[in-house]
């Protein structure tokens, strides 16, 4: 994303509205979320499984 759309919206978070946000659950996003709510947003967050193994099953991946 270009930097000056990057500034936008971290400077004009629409206030009382639905926000959505990829969440991966890293301090990333758990801070985005944090800092979201701060500003006055209502965060809407997004989870996905989409199939990635957790590093105890690495042996168990395909191919």
Same mark, same amino acid.
């Given at each position: 994303m270009h930097t000056s759309? /990057? @500034?936008k919206v971290l400077t004009s978070l +629409? /206030? !009382?509205?639905r926000v959505g946000i990829a969440? @991966? !659950? !890293?301090?990333d996003t758990s801070v985005a979320v944090a800092w979201?709510?701060?500003k006055g947003a209502v965060?809407?967050?997004?989870?996905a *499984? =989409? !199939?990635?193994? *957790?590093? +105890? *099953? =690495?042996d168990s991946v395909p191919g």
């Open positions: 759309r /990057v @500034s +629409p /206030v !009382g509205e969440f @991966s !659950g !890293g301090l979201m709510r701060e965060p809407c967050t997004y989870t *499984d =989409i !199939g990635q193994y *957790d590093e +105890p *099953d =690495i």
